[in-house]
T-cell receptor, first 113, second 115 residues
Framework: AQSVTQPDIHITVSEGASLELRCNYS??????LFWYVQSPGQGLQLLLK??????LVQGIKGFEAEFKRSQSSFNLRKPSVHWSDAAEYFC???????????FGTGTRLTVIP | DAGVIQSPRHEVTEMGQEVTLRCKPI?????LFWYRQTMMRGLELLIY????????DSGMPEDRFSAKMPNASFSTLKIQPSEPRDSAVYFC?????????????FGPGTRLTVL
C-alpha cells in the first residue's frame, strides 16, 4: 500500500541544536513528497516539497529535506533549531498525481532552552 | 488574501444532532479538500472536489457524512446524526488546481466535540 511513515512520535531538542525528522515512504515509483508543519491550534503549512531533480530541497524557515531513493527516505533537517520551531511536523506523499495526499502520523517537536 | 476560512472554529453538540461545517476556499482555487484529524487515526482525507465536483469520497467514513460544494467559494461537510466518535478537528484545504505538486492551503480547522 502507498504510505509514508514517521517513526518518531516525539522529539526534544535544545535550542540551537541541529534537527533531523525521519520520514520513510513505500511507493513503487518516486512519489511527490511534502513536509508540512502544524503549530498548536493552527492548520498545516507547507515547508517544502519534492518531485524530481535535485534531491536536496530547500524550504521555508531554514528547513531542508533530502530525498534518498536507496533508503526510501525524505528526512527533514534544520541546522539550528529556534524555540518557535516547536510544532508538529507531518510528512506526506502522493503517487496519484491528483494531489491526493497521504499523511504520516506526525512528529511532535519540543524545543528546550 | 484571507486564506481558507472555516466556520465555526469550535462546535459542541449532543449525540444525534446534525452538524454542519463550512469552508470558504481561497479565491481562484479550483480544488477543495476535507480532512479529519484525530489522535488515533491522524490526518485523514475525507473527500475532495475539483471545480465543485466531488472526485473521491472514499474517505468518508459513513453515510452519516455528506459534503457539498454548490459553488466555487463555498463547501459544507454535514454529519447527521452525529456520534461521540465523530469528535475531531476537521480541516478544509484548497489548491489552485488538481495537479500534483500544488501546495494545499489549510484553514484553521473546526474542533468538533460530540457529547
Amino acid at each position: 500500500a502507498q504510505s509514508v511513515t514517521q517513526p518518531d512520535i516525539h522529539i526534544t531538542v535544545s535550542e540551537g541544536a541541529s534537527l533531523e525528522l525521519r520520514c520513510n515512504y513505500s511507493y513503487g515509483a518516486t512519489p511527490y513528497l511534502f513536509w508540512y508543519v502544524q503549530s498548536p491550534g493552527q492548520g498545516l503549512q507547507l515547508l517544502l516539497k519534492y518531485f524530481s531533480g535535485d534531491t536536496l530541497v530547500q524550504g521555508i524557515k531554514g528547513f531542508e529535506a533530502e530525498f534518498k531513493r536507496s533508503q526510501s527516505s525524505f528526512n527533514l533537517r534544520k541546522p539550528s533549531v529556534h524555540w518557535s520551531d516547536a510544532a508538529e511536523y507531518f510528512c506526506a506523499g502522493d503517487q496519484t498525481g491528483a494531489n491526493n495526499l497521504f499523511f504520516g502520523t506526525g512528529t511532535r517537536l519540543t524545543v528546550i532552552p | 488574501d484571507a486564506g481558507v476560512i472555516q466556520s465555526p472554529r469550535h462546535e459542541v453538540t449532543e449525540m444525534g444532532q446534525e452538524v454542519t461545517l463550512r469552508c470558504k476556499p481561497i479565491s481562484g482555487h479550483n480544488s477543495l479538500f476535507w480532512y479529519r484529524q484525530t489522535m488515533m487515526r491522524g490526518l485523514e482525507l475525507l473527500i475532495y472536489f475539483n471545480n465543485n465536483v466531488p472526485i473521491d469520497d472514499s474517505g468518508m467514513p459513513e453515510d452519516r457524512f455528506s459534503a457539498k460544494m454548490p459553488n466555487a467559494s463555498f463547501s459544507t461537510l454535514k454529519i447527521q446524526p452525529s456520534e461521540p466518535r465523530d469528535s475531531a478537528v476537521y480541516f478544509c484545504a484548497s489548491t489552485e488546481t488538481s495537479e500534483a505538486y500544488n501546495e494545499q492551503f489549510f484553514g484553521p480547522g473546526t474542533r468538533l466535540t460530540v457529547l
